[in-house]
Structure formats: structure tokens, C-alpha cells
């Protein structure tokens, strides 16, 4: 039966890690995956976490399974971090959550659960949007379209464009938004446009789903969730996949939430209830270690405020590296204008770079970056950032 099975093509963006990884050049420079780096180029272990791994070593009494949808503690604390501790919703019970592993398999399983639920539904997604999230639907057999999201002349917002495209989405749909630090673009509504994203949506009956992967990382833990809050003040129903790859540095535990906000406490436990079976159809119930060290930390006040003054420092990196980018291009006399990279957010940009240029970088300075010209701003190091403006500088 395998043996003529065709060889899938690589990945979009762990594909070019493969390449990265096999490039013998010291100087190599890798901008395309994801993951945040620290001034010495390594992805670093939290303080807070270890401190919280060794509190679970010494207090850890079994390895048993844990429930369909998580550690209700977990479930709990992420609630309270992305809709405040006093959030109307929460006292009201409208809220049900899932523990998943990753944020990725939190997509998947709200992709599923709409499939089963509303198979007629269209989820309608951000152009451009994270490579994954075309695929993980299809593979779900939902049906996707885009609306317009990115302005190629400003480098900015297409805001206008967008909310009159969401405003002719039928009732019924999905749409699917960055809570912050959009992927690819780093281009964030601000407080007041989402604002009349939640209005126009809750006048379309239209079901927002927040793929919300990185907060922390853009403004700051509240500021970050302002447009998750906006939709729910407005939106009766909403699902929200979160991740806590980025800002607890748990890439290799895959830790995340899917949320599910109804009108009634009642319609959430229904809706949560074909959520866990389609959980358990997939990968029955999630692991355990990343999870509980999220829980631990959240949980305990000091180590709370040590995560949050790591993760700010994480955040002040990224914004450093923006401004240091923007300033050594503009002194190795690059004419065209980058400042828009310095105004964006998270670990992303689009740096306006085409096809060609990237292929160049690749081929004749060994610098990786995603083929639509999208770079990681975390990757970049005070170590690597004259050689990599060099290389730009060359290519444009």
C-alpha cells in the first residue's frame, strides 16, 4: 500500500529550519520558525519555570490520566488571565474550558467541533493568516474564505476594507481572529477598532474564533487581551484557542486552552460536551507536565509576578530588536522606509522583502526567512544584526 505513496512537500516554515539545520555556514541566520530567542541566539528555559518544575517534582503524587478537558485548576486560571479574574462571563458560568495540548491542537479541535456541529458553516480568515490554519481546517473539512487584513501600500491595517468585508459575512460563519501579534504580519487592530469589529459581528450573528498565541508578547498581558474582551462584551458566543508556547517558553510541552463563551452557564456545558467527545475521539485527554506548570505559576503570587517580569523582558527584547533593525538599516544606507517594523508588535513582521530576495539571502549570506518575506523579530540578536543588515542592504 506505501509503495506508491508520493512524498508530501515540506512544511512552509519547518521546512526551512530542515534547511537552516543542515547549512554548515558559522554565520548562519535563522528568521523563519517561530520561537523566541535571547541575545545569546538560544531559547531559553523560564526562572520561573524551573522553579515550578521543582516544586511539582517534590509534591507530584501520580501520573494518572487527567480528565477530558484538563485540571479544572488550569482551566480556571487561563479563563481568569484571558478574560480578567471578575469577568462578568465567568460568574455567570458562561464560560467552559478545555486544556489541549498547544494551541495548534486547540484550533484543530474548535475546526472539528465545528464540522460536527454546523458542517455549513464557513470559517473566514485574515489575508494573510499563519500558514497552519488553512490547513488545519481543511483537514477538519471545513470550509474557509478570506477577508482583507493587510495593506501592502501603508504597511499597515487594511481597517476599512476589513470591516466592510465582515460586515457582508452571512450569520452562521466563523471568523477568525488574531487576539494579538498578528502571524504573519505583526499588525494589530487597535482598542476602538475592536470595538467596531465586536459591533459588526454581534449585528451579522456571525461566531468569532480568536486564535490568541501570544499574550504577553505584544503590549502587555491586559492591553493584549483588550480585543478578546471587546468581542465578549459584544458577542453572545465566541471560541478562544489560546497557547502558552511563547510566553511561558513551553514549546516543547505543548500547552494550550480552548474556550467556548455561550449565552446561558446551560448552552456552555452543552457546547463543551461535544467538545470533550470530539477531544476524545482525537487524542482522548492532554498531558499533564505543561500544563501543571502553567497552573503553578499562576496559582502562586510570587512566582506570578516573577513569569510576568520575565515575560516583559522577553517583550522589551523584541521591541529593542524592532528599533535596532530599523535604525542599522537606515546606517547602512538603505534608502527604502522600514519604520512601520518598529510600530508593529510580537514576534512577527512582514518585512516587505519578495520571493527573489529572500532566495538571495538564502543562497548567498545562509539567512532564513519565510518566502512571503515574513521574519521573526525574536530571532534577531545584537551578535547577528550587522551581518543581517548587511545582507539585506545587498539584496534590495
Known sequence: MFENVPMAPPDSILGITEAFNKDT?????????????????????????KAAEKKLLETEGSKSYLPIDGMPQYDKLVQEMIFAPQSPLLTAGRVATSQTPSGTAA???????????????????????WPNHPQIFAA????????????KVTNGLAFEK???????????????????????????????????IARVLAQRGVLPLVDFAYQGFGLGLQEDAAGVRALAAQCPEMLVATSYSKNFGLYSERVGSLSV???????????????????????????????????TILADPALKAQWEQELAAMRNRILGMRKSFVQTLKAKGVQADFSFIARQTGMFSFSGLSKDQ???????????????????????????????????????
Request: with cysteine.
Open 25 to 49: 555556514n558559522p554565520r548562519k541566520i535563522n528568521l523563519s520558525v517561530g520561537v523566541y530567542k535571547d541575545e545569546s541566539g538560544k531559547t531559553p528555559i523560564l526562572a520561573c519555570v
Open 107 to 129: 484550533v484543530r479541535v474548535a475546526a472539528d467541533y465545528l464540522h460536527k456541529l454546523f458542517p455549513k458553516a464557513t470559517v473566514w480568515m485574515s489575508d494573510p493568516t
Open 140 to 151: 477538519a473539512g471545513v470550509a474557509t474564505k478570506s477577508y482583507p487584513y493587510f495593506d
Open 162 to 196: 476589513m470591516l466592510a468585508a465582515l460586515g457582508q459575512i452571512p450569520g452562521g460563519d466563523v471568523v477568525l481572529l488574531h487576539g494579538c501579534c498578528h502571524n504573519p504580519s505583526g499588525i494589530d487592530p487597535t482598542a476602538e477598532q475592536w470595538q467596531a
Open 261 to 295: 463563551v455561550a449565552a446561558t452557564s446551560q448552552a456552555a456545558q452543552a457546547a463543551q460536551s461535544q467538545i470533550k467527545a470530539v477531544i476524545r475521539a482525537n487524542y482522548s485527554n492532554p498531558p499533564a507536565h505543561g500544563g501543571a506548570i502553567v497552573a
Open 358 to 396: 529572500v532566495e538571495r539571502l538564502k543562497k548567498e549570506f545562509s539567512i532564513y526567512i519565510v518566502g512571503n518575506g515574513r521574519i521573526n523579530v525574536a530571532g534577531m540578536t545584537p551578535g547577528n544584526m550587522d551581518a543581517l543588515c548587511t545582507a539585506i542592504a545587498a539584496v534590495l
